[in-house]
């Protein structure tokens, strides 16, 4: 293989990793933070989405995924109504 070929497709995969990177990156706008009231107290967890639904169910399912014990819990967890949120960005 040439050298001149070589350095095309390396810059291609270069250029195509980039632009996976960076569309990743672009689609994760919105930041918000849930509190969840839990036996031994107050949890409040970050979670990231493309708009505010998606982000307060990341977080909602970090605060959940860490404090809950057991499935029964769990699903309680994702139907209990925080007891603040605060959200951020586009």
């Known amino acids: 293989m040439k050298p001149v070929t070589a350095i095309m497709i390396v810059l291609a995969m270069a250029l195509f990793a980039g632009g996976v990177v960076w569309s990743t990156l672009q689609s994760r706008q919105v930041e918000c933070e849930v509190c969840l009231q839990f036996s031994h107290g107050e949890v409040c967890r970050l979670g990231r989405g493309a708009d505010q639904a998606e982000a307060l169910q ?30 951020s960005g586009s």
């Open 58 to 87: 990341a977080a909602q399912e970090s605060a959940c995924g860490g404090n809950a014990a057991g499935m029964a819990e769990l699903i309680a967890c994702r139907s209990q109504q925080p007891t603040r949120t605060q959200c």
